[in-house]
């Protein structure tokens, strides 16, 4: 089958298209065609690994001291089962199935190999029927990401909840929830996306690239940080000390994202139910996987950039 090697940490160039072996599904596993995945900004934090010391120890501990210790990256998929293990109970070939391969990895590829039951190396649910493989790869990555992180605001209609980093996968996912929650949402975001926000239903938007004060009079019961703590600005600085009396503040760098088929089910319901439409911002063939890590490390990408990996 064909795969995109990363045989060793570095620029988007390290990445290989190459011919390897397709891989055979154990008992309790299925295997995965690949219609579609995507460059996430893990992904560009993996294959790069530019981490100060002594922070880089633990990291490159779990993913590979001196190169990936898992060759094929890539951690998002969408597709069709192909096959089955003789153990496996809730999945059966042609069912259409989206989700994340945590460290398995893997999903640069053709076919990927994964356990049904969810654990650390991945979790895989029904695909939404309403959305293309490609939309789906930002839905169960932005979906999972937003959920877990507004989860821990328990938000409640008529709350004013901030957005920062709204354009984003997470953000511009996040940004439909918090208003399908009823609460009056503001997104931040430059001055090129605030359309796009809007259209998502954010009731106001903050330009980080021209102001740098939210306003006197608001005070914000929950604001999630949705683009990490590397990507900064005056006004995120701000943002803070405009948090309501027992408001949450929460960064989606804070903690570690569980892989979850329920949750892949609900955001499946949400997507279906069009209270959730996936952000796309680009697609490249999987030949092209050296643009699209170029294009994704610039950090200014709208929602999800996919990969076509079954060309039609
Ligand atoms: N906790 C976990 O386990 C876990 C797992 C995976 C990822 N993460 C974190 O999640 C983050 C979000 O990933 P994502 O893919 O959803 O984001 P993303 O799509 O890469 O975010 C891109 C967006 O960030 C915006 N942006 C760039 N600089 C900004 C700034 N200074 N202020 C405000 N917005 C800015 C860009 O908008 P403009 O073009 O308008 O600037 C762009 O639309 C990752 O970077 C990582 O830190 C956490």
């Known amino acids: ?23 055979i599904p154990k008992d309790n596993e299925v295997c995965i065609k690949i219609h579609a995945t995507a460059v996430t900004n893990s ?14 120890i633990p990291f490159r501990l779990m993913i590979g001291v001196l190169k990936p ?10 597709g069709e089962i192909e096959s089955i293990g003789k153990n496996i109970k809730r999945f059966k070939p042609g069912d259409m199935v989206y989700g994340l391969s945590g460290f398995t990895f893997g999903t640069y590829a053709e076919y990927l190999c994964l356990k049904e039951t969810d654990t650390k190396t991945g979790a895989i649910s029904l695909k939404p029927g309403n959305i293309s493989h490609e939309e789906a790869t930002a839905a169960a990555y932005g979906g999972m990401l937003a959920f877990q992180y507004l989860e821990k605001g328990t938000i409640q209609s008529g709350q004013k909840v901030l957005i ?52 006197d009079d608001v005070h914000y019961d929950f604001i999630l940080d949705a683009v990490g703590k590397a990507k900064t600005s005056k006004l ?38 069009n209270r959730i439409k996936p952000v796309i911002d680009k697609i490249y063939p999987l030949s092209e996987i050296v643009e699209a890590h170029r294009y994704v490390e610039k950090g200014h990408k709208k929602g999800g950039v996919a990969i076509k990996v079954v060309l039609t």
């Open 1 to 23: 089958m064909k795969a995109v090697l990363c045989e060793k940490y570095g620029q988007p160039e390290v990445l290989k298209l190459a011919e390897v072996e397709k891989p």
């Open 43 to 56: 992904d560009i934090f993996i294959r790069g690994s530019k981490l100060p010391f002594p922070i880089i």
């Open 69 to 78: 210790r898992k060759s094929i990256i890539g951690l998002v998929f969408s």
């Open 164 to 215: 920062y980093g709204a354009s984003g996968n997470t953000g511009t996912i996040a940004v439909q929830i918090a208003k399908h929650l009823g609460a009056e949402v503001t997104g931040v975001c430059s001055t090129a996306n605030i359309e796009l926000i809007k259209s998502l239903g954010a009731d106001y938007a903050i330009d980080y690239t021209k102001q740098v004060n939210v306003p």
């Open 236 to 273: 995120k600085e701000n943002c803070k000390k405009a948090l309501a009396h027992n408001g949450i503040y929460v960064s989606i760098d804070n903690g570690d994202l569980r892989l979850s088929s329920k949750q892949l089910d609900n955001i499946k319901d949400y997507v279906e139910a």
